[in-house]
């Protein structure tokens, strides 16, 4: 797995803010670490929120700071993700599944779970869910 400095940069996107590829990024290259306050899960169901990153069922990444620019990357239904989510020795990276073009919206599929208590009260607006309208 490849890991490089990357161009990536906060935009609009459909679904608000969104984290964009600034140049090509090849398929299995780790694009981003999600990063955050390490916390265990009594203090992650105090908190809650949506920024919260399960490593495993003891603890979690809250990553809701504003430094932490993988926050920005936004859901995606199943096959139509172009990143996907590897959590290894207590750290969160996002990889690429395929490779992506200049310009592209960085997303991944968030799982069931956060699906359905963030994204499906309000709709799902990914491409797949929303195609574009001519």
Do not use: Q
């Amino acid at each position: 797995m490849k890991k490089i400095n990357l161009n990536l940069k906060v935009k609009k996107s459909a679904t608000g803010l969104g984290l964009f590829a600034m140049e090509p990024i090849a398929k299995g290259t780790k694009v981003i670490e999600y990063t955050g306050e390490k916390i265990n899960l009594d203090e992650a169901n105090r908190r809650g929120g949506m920024y919260l990153f399960e490593i495993n069922s003891k603890w979690f990444i809250d990553g809701k700071g504003r430094e932490n620019r993988a926050r920005y990357i936004n859901h995606t239904c199943g096959s139509a993700a172009n990143c996907t989510v590897d959590v290894k020795a207590g750290r969160i990276w996002i990889i690429a599944r395929k490779n992506i073009k200049e310009g592209d919206e960085l997303n991944y599929d968030y799982g069931k779970e956060m699906f359905n208590a963030y994204i499906k009260p309000h709709g799902c607006k990914c491409a797949k869910c929303k195609p574009i309208e001519s």
